[in-house]
């Protein structure tokens, strides 16, 4: 039986999430944006929550952690790099660690890029991948403790997932992202079609996540540095990918 997952808002735009498998009763907290709208999906669901999965220290991310350990008793999984940074952590993960959760497997990924230690946590079984503020839908998370190439080599590891992997990530950027993305890609029309889309969810309140790997790769700007387009676009055809990719960043910077 796949993971169950419900996905929510909190604070101004953070999603919140709970992956709950079935099978065994675990559930997996991804980042604990605040306390208040965790335990409403906890009750909305009934899953009482086992593990909170931490994908970096950000403040936004880990707010809720000490509460929610005291509530529901659970153990906090953080990078082993941000340890020190991720209050109540109980148990670290590197890059290529791999553990249980009920008749899943969670395969960590190392990311840095937006934080040093970031990592991503890929539920294998049911090809789900937590990217926190690695990948967004049509976008990436700003590079705040590292270089253009360290996000792009990540990013790549996100890439090479199946294709047909959904993302979940940590916030509601996409229609701001659509906005930047067409201004580099604007013959796209993959990526316009999605961005009428995003605007119709967006202007009726509703989530424009998850994505999917498949959709990323059609339209997501720091996916596609080897598009020849989007190289034309930007005057750059003869750099190499992650050139393209540090541009494509440092517009969004900007933008
Ligand atoms: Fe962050």
Known sequence: MALEIEQFMCRSDNFGVLAHDPASGETAII???E????LEAVDRTGWTPTVLL???HHGD??????????????KIVGPRSEAD???GIDGTVGDGDRFAFGTDEVDVISTPGHTAGHVCYHFTRSGVVFTGDTLFALGCGR????KP??????LKKLAALPLETVIYCGHEYTEANARFALSVDPSNSALKERAALIQSRRAANQATLPTTLIEEMATNPFLRAHDPVIRRNLGMETASDEAVFAEIRKRKDIF
């Open 143 to 146: 590079l705040f403790e590292c």
């Open 149 to 154: 190439p360290d996000m792009f080599a990540s």
């Open 54 to 56: 931490v994908t970096h």
């Open 85 to 87: 940074r991720i209050p």
């Open 35 to 38: 306390t208040a709208p965790i």
């Open 61 to 74: 991310h880990v707010a809720g952690n000490l509460d929610l350990k005291k509530r529901f008793g659970l």
């Open 31 to 33: 980042d604990a944006p």
